[in-house]
């Protein structure tokens, strides 16, 4: 199913108040985020960079696990904006136009990116 990022901060408050009970506080939730993208990080670490895995993981296991992390980040995020009021929808495209504005040449004039 296609989800609008509007959409997917009106379910996750949904389900927050109806199977969650209440949001945990922003710092708490802060913390869970940095939590949740540690262990994207790990997993990143393992599979595109040069750190091993252990005896008991598995390189296609991880892969696997990635878009869970991924979303449980994306979670995390979304209920931070909600408790804060933060309309992600409008934030992402005003991020984005800064972003244009801002490398309109930056990127397309770097010989690194060549």
Not at 46 to 62: C, H, I, N, P, T
Not at 80 to 85: C, D, P, S, V, Y
Request: contains cysteine.
């Amino acid at each position: 199913m296609d989800l609008s990022i509007r959409e997917a901060q009106e379910q996750v408050d949904q389900w927050i108040r109806t199977i969650g009970v209440r949001y945990f506080s922003e710092l708490t939730n802060t913390a869970v985020l940095m939590e949740e993208v540690g262990e994207l990080a790990r997993l990143m670490a393992r599979v595109y960079g040069e750190q091993s895995f252990k005896k008991k993981e598995d390189e296609l296991a991880a892969r696997e696990n990635m878009g869970d992390e991924m979303a449980d980040v994306l979670f995390v995020l979304i209920c931070l904006a909600n408790q804060t009021g933060v309309d992600l929808t409008d934030a992402f495209n005003k991020s984005l136009l800064k972003k244009t504005n801002r490398d309109a040449d930056r990127h397309s004039n770097n010989p690194k990116l060549h």
